[in-house]
């Protein structure tokens, strides 16, 4: 089931927690069940989790986050992969 609120599709899922259509870290969409299991876990997508918390844990659950500029840099690097579609 998905809630259309403020111009997001939030996904609600089996643990009940809103998972947001956004990485509130890189601002990319959260749109696998292994963004939606990160979120759960660190409040951010797949990506961000093994790029900054799982390396930091301790630090990541204490509050810290990349900077901004290193942001913008992962995310100059992620608009390059392009998605592999093929036909069914």
């Known amino acids: 089931m998905s809630i259309i609120h403020k111009s997001d599709i939030i996904f609600k899922n089996s643990l009940d927690k809103l998972t947001p259509s956004f990485c509130p870290v890189c601002d990319f969409m959260i749109s696998t069940e292994l963004d939606v ?31 901004q500029d290193d942001i913008d840099s992962i995310k100059e690097e992620r608009k390059i992969i392009r998605p592999i579609f093929k036909e069914i």
Not at 39 to 49: A, D, N
């Open 37 to 67: 299991f990160s979120f759960q876990q660190y409040e951010c997508c797949h990506f961000c989790s093994l790029r900054w918390a799982e390396a930091r844990k301790e630090s990541w659950n204490n509050g810290w986050r990349p900077r």
